[in-house]
């Protein structure tokens, strides 16, 4: 596949998760539906135009190149047997977050009650079910997109909901890097699908710093937990003095 190929892959990938289609960008650059398609279907995109286009996805170019660098060949979901493999095996999941956020062999050993040899069969099973490609002197190539996500109501989304999410909500989110915001309103659908598509694009902000720090040693990076989240949804405290149930 060509470069500007991999390019028109990612920002279709890009435009799709914002929930942009071609009529909002030719609305947005004052060109024609057709003009649009015809640019994506020809991959005839001049730097200004990537621009403009990134400016619409609210990102730059070299964000888009590096995207769709680290994109190539890798997962945006894993299969279901991928993920039981990693609940099955807790050591398994543990190495396979921390090559996602770029840890080197050694730091692995530092950090963690896992001798060489363990870690280097590890390193083996993760190469196994392609989720790295193991390379000389137990370096290896990141096969999972850094937005990756969960197959709904699978082995991974399970854990997180089981395991994770009620501890980690439980904290009281007053140490100095925490942070903790709850809105609630009633909102139209076009405003719905501003916030998801404003949502999605902080996903992959948060993603792409993830990549930009995985150059630095692990001793000048922190492990965070970010969760967004957003439903339908009412308090109970609230319902309860409901008189009448509010039409759609």
């Not at 009529?23 to 730097?47: G, H, P, V, W, Y």
């Not at 598509?197 to 792409?208: F, M, P, S, Y």
Request: proline share 2%; net charge neutral.
């Amino acid at each position: 596949m060509s470069q500007i190929s991999q390019v028109s892959d990612t920002l279709k990938m890009l435009l799709k998760q914002q929930k942009l289609t071609y009529k909002d960008i030719a609305e947005k650059l004052d060109m024609s539906e057709a003009n649009i398609k015809r640019i994506f279907a020809q991959q005839s995109f001049t730097l200004q135009r990537l621009e403009e286009i990134c400016h619409l996805l609210q990102i730059s170019l070299s964000d888009l190149f590096t995207i769709t660098e680290k994109q190539q060949d890798q997962l945006t979901e894993l299969t279901l047997d991928q993920e039981q493999e990693l609940i099955d095996n807790p050591k398994l999941l543990l190495v396979a977050v921390c090559v996602r956020d770029a840890w080197q062999f050694d730091d692995i050993i530092d950090q963690y009650d896992i001798d060489k040899f363990e870690l280097i069969r590890l390193f083996a099973r993760l190469d196994k079910i392609k989720l790295i490609q193991l390379l000389p002197n137990n370096h290896y190539k990141l096969l999972i997109a850094q937005d990756f996500r969960w197959i709904k109501n699978g082995p991974l989304e399970r854990f997180m909901e089981q395991e994770v999410l009620h501890r980690f909500m439980a904290s009281k989110f007053d140490e100095e890097d925490s942070f903790r915001f709850y809105l609630r309103g009633r909102y139209s659908n076009s405003s719905i699908e501003i916030i998801q598509r404003k949502l999605n694009q902080l996903t992959k902000e948060a993603a792409i710093l993830n990549q930009e720090d995985s150059a630095l040693p692990i001793s000048k990076r922190k492990h965070m937990g970010l969760l967004f989240a957003m439903r339908a949804w009412e308090p109970t405290l609230f319902e309860q003095f409901r008189r009448n149930k509010l039409k759609d």
